[in-house]
């Protein structure tokens, strides 16, 4: 029998309840995250039930996603392990003298899921000399609110978008860093988490928002380049009702037409009161911003966002573009995400394009746009203008020669 999409974390939920088995408990914390809370057991004992997880979640699962046949779809699992001692005092250490309460001890974890997750996903430990917000407590809220008020600090690079076609340049997406003084350069694995733990959420999108659009008018005046620029919303602002009077009063201070605004929604709000997102989405839809559904295929309900929100853009997650040449299974998934978008009259973005076999493989599929390393990754405002100009002047010129070869073969007949 064939799994629903809104029904896949409820089974990802049970192949992890019976690999921890009875040696401990799982819980759901929201999105595709759960804690597994493993009580008395030995560190070999850990590592044991970590792999019967992977293991577990490596079987394929039938999902009906609304073809003529159920498509069998992997799961992969990051999986972050913390420890923690009972003290005799009855408190917990992680270190000689290091007080660790329970919210400390899943921060740990969740710092150690975010490093498996960008090494591709298995097993990791964590590791204290790796963790910069371990260190004089990095990522506390005093030091936030600081550095949102600092543009050292808090920087804003974007990643071009480009017409799967033609090649011309669509947009950019705003990404954003922390340039810390003393840490370096933390980037958005580090930031996204601690700016949601202090509720600056929407404090953060209207920062970035306000970069994006000084960059967007600067592309426009310096090189003439008149592209869309995204920003991402975080799950918690999107249920902010006060957002749009917020975003419309940006795009009114640059005088930018709404139309030339992307925001992009992670599918990890279908967890959220759905409800509530869309009333705060059709009011900037009614504005003329564009919405994009970003990571598509990875979240619990995607079909039924697509059937309740004001959906424009589509954005095909990374895992599923990245393996469309050596699976059947993500390029199965790939044609159909692109076919259903269309459909729907939907743009449809691929993410994560590295080489210039899924450049072509994109294209086949009639995808519409193509972002990822293979033509640029994250850079500053000046580079990525650059950057979006070169692409223009190569689209241009490719036009060009196509109406040339065009009149000559009417001449010649």
């Known amino acids: ?90 408190s917990m250490l992680t270190g000689p003298g290091e007080k660790v309460d329970a919210t400390e001890l899943l921060r740990r974890a969740d710092v150690a899921m975010y490093r498996a997750k960008g090494a591709g996903g298995g097993i990791d430990h964590y590791d204290p000399n790796s963790d910069p917000t371990s260190l004089q407590r990095l990522l506390l809220e005093p030091e936030l609110r600081t550095a949102l008020e600092d543009p050292e600090q808090i920087v804003v690079e974007f990643q071009p978008q480009l017409d799967a076609t033609t090649g011309a340049p669509t947009g950019a997406e705003a990404l954003v860093r922390w340039r810390h003084p003393v840490y370096g350069v933390l980037n958005a694995d580090v930031v996204i988490p601690a700016v949601a733990r202090a509720g600056l959420d929407t404090r953060l999108t209207m920062t970035v928002l306000e970069r994006a659009l000084q960059a967007r008018n600067h592309w426009l005046d310096k090189y003439g380049v008149d592209v ?111 076919d259903l978008a269309h459909s729907l009259r939907l743009r449809t973005v691929g993410v994560g394009v590295g080489n210039a076999t899924l450049d072509r493989s994109l294209r086949e599929l009639g995808c519409d746009a193509v972002q990822g390393h293979f033509y640029s990754g994250p850079v500053d405002a000046d580079a990525a203008g650059v950057l979006l100009a070169e692409a223009n002047k190569a689209a241009q010129r490719r036009q060009a020669a196509d109406v040339v070869r065009l009149a000559s073969v009417r001449r010649r007949r």
């Open 1 to 90: 029998m064939a799994t629903r999409p809104a029904t896949l974390l409820q089974e990802v939920s049970e192949r992890l309840t019976l690999a921890v088995a009875a040696d401990g408990q799982v819980y759901r914390l929201g999105g595709d995250e759960f804690a597994i809370l493993v009580p008395g057991v030995t560190p070999r004992q850990l590592v044991s039930i970590a792999d019967r997880m992977v293991q577990r979640l490596a079987v394929p699962v039938r999902l009906d996603i609304g073809m003529a046949s159920p498509v069998a779809v992997t799961v992969f699992g990051s999986i972050g392990v913390a420890k923690a001692v009972a003290a005799p005092a009855a």
């Open 228 to 338: 869309r620029v995204a920003v991402n919303l975080a799950p918690r602002s999107v249920l902010d009702r006060t957002l749009p009077d917020q975003i419309a009063r940006h795009l009114r201070h640059h005088r930018t037409t709404a139309d030339r605004l992307v925001l992009e929604l992670p599918e990890t709000v279908a967890t959220t009161d759905l409800d509530a997102v869309a009333t705060v989405l059709t009011a900037l839809h009614n504005l003329g911003v564009q919405i994009s559904l970003d990571d598509f295929g990875t979240g619990g309900a995607p079909l039924t966002m697509l059937a309740r929100l004001p959906v424009d853009e589509v954005k095909i997650d990374r895992s599923f573009i990245t393996e469309m040449n050596r699976s059947a299974t993500s390029e199965a998934i790939v044609r159909a995400t692109v």
